[in-house]
């Protein structure tokens, strides 16, 4: 299996050779020269694996550059620290079933795919012999889902920069309690965009960018959206059986397109899912893209703080892949798509609108701040859970598309405790935590405060990174 580029400029590459980037050099993102295919006794087959199993056999048929025994003992190790099911279903009221990601160690989705990312790159720096500091910019979750799947590696370190007091308790607490030397947590005098410029400027700097070993693990990472095609095979194995109804639906709290865009890949391989529901908050350029067939980035000014925080995004980087397939795969149409997005702020595929649905089966809708908190106070009523800001977006718009004879799974991306604030706010309930949360509330905490100064940045990395 080989990798090419959405925008056509790139050699075909094996799986290895795309996990540090998941950019091309052309600017254009990886794919899959072609999807792979599972037929219906391949499976049925598959019912009988445990979750580690099941993903080095979906893994297997994209990184067929790495030995199948090897994958196997990778998956392992990367859900071992799972305390109990990886994946666990649980039906709640109105007929839908959440799909459990967040049962990794930082408690939301991300650690579903960064877990095993940690493991291959391990793997992969070891057989070059080479090593890789990995350079991010985070609000929340993605740094420490991060953070939590490197720690403690030999070949791999991570500097990590967060806006200075502005992620919760809880997001503080996840990432600075870490004590690992090869992780450097870097409280930034500044906000996010801060943050991600100074990433950009570094980044860009190639001849730094070399010689520190920089790398990133962003949402594009082509290993991260192949790792979340595993849990779309595992939710239809558990939720369908050999008599029942085939096809299901999933509805996916969406931000930068890379959960649900792995969803639409497990379709593309076969997996009868009928519909994918894109939920989005009131960041909602992808509603307006899925209804309307034109997508109008907005700015960072024009992008709202909201309750789902996850979710606020403005560009949705991994929406090139879709389009791709949307332009029948012609790098051309790609480019195109970019080029009327940069001459007048927006691109239109308002002729091609009714194949989102009728071709790729993607539908979508929005929750807001008060559809928020009515669903957790709904569910909550009706089954005494709580659920997380994030999956109380999905249970919303999933209400809006439930048919009959057809399972709705609602991928529960992050567990309540992460969002007490939220919780507290929608039933009055104090979110009780485990006296390991609570433990890790209390650590003491290691983090280097600095200036919005790239210098200073600089010289920090040159420093302290692995070489
Ligand atoms: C990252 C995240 C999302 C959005 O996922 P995308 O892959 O960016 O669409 C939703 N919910 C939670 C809790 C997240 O951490």
Request: proline share 5%.
């Given at each position: 299996?080989?990798?090419?580029?959405?925008?056509?400029?790139?050699?075909?590459?094996?799986?290895?050779?795309?996990?540090?980037?998941?950019?091309?050099?052309?600017?254009?993102?990886?794919?899959?020269?072609?999807?792979?295919?599972?037929?219906?006794?391949?499976?049925?087959?598959?019912?009988?694996?445990?979750?580690?199993?099941?993903?080095?056999?979906?893994?297997?048929?994209?990184?067929?550059?790495?030995?199948?025994?090897?994958?196997?003992?990778?998956?392992?190790?990367?859900?071992?620290?799972?305390?109990?099911?990886?994946?666990?279903?649980?039906?709640?009221?109105?007929?839908?079933?959440?799909?459990?990601?967040?049962?990794?160690?930082?408690?939301?989705?991300?650690?579903?795919?960064?877990?095993?990312?940690?493991?291959?790159?391990?793997?992969?720096?070891?057989?070059?012999?080479?090593?890789?500091?990995?350079?991010?910019?985070?609000?929340?979750?993605?740094?420490?889902?991060?953070?939590?799947?490197?720690?403690?590696?030999?070949?791999?370190?991570?500097?990590?920069?967060?806006?200075?007091?502005?992620?919760?308790?809880?997001?503080?607490?996840?990432?600075?309690?870490?004590?690992?030397?090869?992780?450097?947590?870097?409280?930034?005098?500044?906000?996010?965009?801060?943050?991600?410029?100074?990433?950009?400027?570094?980044?860009?700097?190639?001849?730094?960018?070399?010689?520190?070993?920089?790398?990133?693990?962003?949402?594009?990472?082509?290993?991260?959206?192949?790792?979340?095609?595993?849990?779309?095979?595992?939710?239809?194995?558990?939720?369908?059986?050999?008599?029942?109804?085939?096809?299901?639906?999933?509805?996916?709290?969406?931000?930068?397109?890379?959960?649900?865009?792995?969803?639409?890949?497990?379709?593309?391989?076969?997996?009868?899912?009928?519909?994918?529901?894109?939920?989005?908050?009131?960041?909602?350029?992808?509603?307006e893209f899925f209804r309307t067939g034109v997508?109008?980035?907005?700015?960072?000014?024009?992008?709202?703080?909201?309750?789902?925080?996850?979710?606020?995004?403005?560009?949705?980087?991994?929406?090139?892949?879709?389009?791709?397939?949307?332009?029948?795969?012609?790098?051309?149409?790609?480019?195109?798509?970019?080029?009327?997005?940069?001459?007048?702020?927006?691109?239109d595929?308002s002729?091609?609108q009714?194949?989102?649905?009728?071709?790729?089966?993607?539908?979508?809708?929005?929750?807001?701040?008060?559809?928020?908190?009515?669903?957790?106070?709904?569910?909550?009523?009706?089954?005494?859970?709580?659920?997380?800001?994030?999956?109380?977006?999905?249970?919303?718009?999933?209400?809006?598309?439930?048919?009959?004879?057809?399972?709705?799974?609602?991928?529960?991306?992050?567990?309540?405790?992460?969002?007490?604030?939220?919780?507290?706010?929608?039933?009055?309930?104090?979110?009780?935590?485990?006296?390991?949360?609570?433990?890790?509330?209390?650590?003491?905490?290691?983090?280097?405060?600095?200036?919005?100064?790239?210098?200073?940045?600089?010289?920090?990395?040159?420093?302290?990174?692995?070489?």
């Amino acid at each position: 299996m080989q990798y090419i580029s959405t925008r056509g400029g790139m050699q075909p590459q094996p799986f290895s050779e795309t996990l540090l980037e998941g950019l091309a050099p052309d600017g254009g993102l990886a794919v899959p020269e072609q999807l792979p295919q599972v037929d219906a006794e391949t499976l049925e087959r598959w019912r009988a694996l445990t979750y580690p199993q099941l993903a080095a056999e979906v893994l297997g048929l994209f990184a067929t550059d790495i030995p199948r025994e090897d994958l196997a003992r990778m998956t392992d190790a990367a859900y071992a620290d799972f305390p109990g099911a990886v994946v666990p279903l649980r039906e709640i009221d109105g007929g839908l079933t959440l799909v459990g990601l967040s049962e990794g160690p930082t408690l939301a989705f991300k650690d579903m795919a960064m877990q095993f990312l940690g493991q291959v790159l391990e793997y992969t720096l070891e057989k070059k012999g080479s090593v890789l500091n990995i350079l991010g910019a985070t609000s929340g979750d993605t740094g420490s889902a991060a953070e939590h799947a490197l720690r403690g590696k030999d070949r791999v370190s991570v500097f990590m920069l967060s806006p200075q007091g502005r992620m919760s308790r809880f997001q503080r607490a996840q990432m600075f309690s870490l004590q690992d030397a090869n992780v450097h947590n870097i409280a930034v005098e500044g906000v996010f965009d801060d943050c991600q410029n100074l990433v950009k400027q570094l980044a860009g700097d190639l001849d730094f960018k070399r010689t520190q070993h920089l790398g990133a693990v962003n949402s594009i990472n082509l290993a991260r959206i192949t790792a979340q095609t595993v849990y779309y095979f595992w939710a239809w194995l558990r939720a369908t059986d050999t008599t029942g109804p085939q096809a299901v639906s999933f509805t996916v709290p969406s931000g930068n397109f890379g959960n649900i865009l792995s969803g639409y890949f497990a379709k593309g391989m076969g997996l009868p899912i009928r519909r994918l529901v894109l939920a989005a908050n009131e960041n909602n350029v992808l509603d307006e893209f899925f209804r309307t067939g034109v997508y109008r980035p907005r700015s960072a000014a024009q992008t709202l703080a909201t309750s789902s925080p996850s979710m606020d995004i403005s560009k949705a980087s991994n929406l090139e892949r879709f389009i791709f397939d949307l332009v029948d795969r012609d790098p051309v149409g790609v480019v195109g798509a970019w080029a009327d997005l940069d001459a007048q702020g927006y691109f239109d595929f308002s002729a091609e609108q009714p194949r989102f649905e009728s071709e790729f089966g993607i539908v979508s809708g929005t929750s807001t701040h008060a559809d928020r908190l009515a669903t957790i106070r709904a569910v909550y009523e009706a089954t005494g859970e709580l659920i997380d800001p994030h999956t109380a977006d999905g249970v919303k718009v999933a209400r809006e598309y439930v048919e009959d004879g057809v399972p709705m799974l609602v991928l529960e991306t992050a567990k309540p405790e992460k969002f007490a604030e939220t919780i507290q706010e929608a039933v009055g309930v104090e979110v009780a935590y485990s006296d390991e949360l609570q433990q890790m509330l209390d650590a003491p905490q290691r983090v280097v405060e600095m200036a919005d100064d790239e210098a200073a940045l600089r010289a920090f990395i040159e420093e302290n990174a692995l070489h």
